[in-house]
C-alpha cells in the first residue's frame, strides 16, 4: 500500500476508560467496513499489516500496507471478517489500542486511539512516557 494512499494518526487519549479485550487491537466499524472497501479490489490480500517505525520527532510512526500473508511473529486480530497483522515490534505499542477510520471534508484517515500514549506532536506521532 503506498503512502499516498492511506494516513494514520495517532492521538492520546485520556479520562477514558477501557474495556479489557483479548485482542491486541480494536477496530471500530468504520474501520472495518474502509478496510473491507480497500480489500475487496485486491482478492490476493488476505488483510493488513499494521507496523511501527523509528521516525518524526518523537521516535515511532505507525504503518499500514497490505499482506498476502501472516508473518512468523505476526499477532493477528479477526474481527467482523477483517484479519489485520500486528508486526512484533508493534505488538507492545499497540496493546489495547482502537483503530477507527475517520473522514472530513479536507481528509480521510485510519486513527489510532491508543490509551498508553501521553501525548502527540504536531505531525500526529507517538510517544511513550
Known sequence: MSASLVRATVRAV????????????TLTPAAVNKIKQLLKDKPEHVGVKVGVRTRGCNGLSYTLEYTKTKGDSDEEVIQD?????????????????EMDYV???????????????????????????
Not at 485520556?14 to 487491537?25: G, I, V
Not at 471478517?81 to 489500542?97: C, D, N, S, Y
Not at 472530513?104 to 511513550?128: A, H, M, Q, R, Y
Request: hydrophobic share 35%; proline share 4%; aromatic share 8%.
Open 14 to 25: 485520556s479520562k477514558r476508560k477501557l474495556q479489557p479485550t483479548r485482542a491486541a487491537l
Open 103 to 129: 473522514e472530513d471534508k479536507l481528509s480521510s484517515e485510519f486513527v489510532f486511539n491508543n490509551p498508553n500514549i501521553k501525548g502527540t506532536c504536531g505531525c500526529g506521532e507517538s510517544f511513550n512516557i
Open 81 to 97: 471478517g477483517v484479519r489485520v497483522f500486528i508486526e512484533k515490534k508493534a505488538q507492545l505499542t499497540l496493546l489495547g489500542t
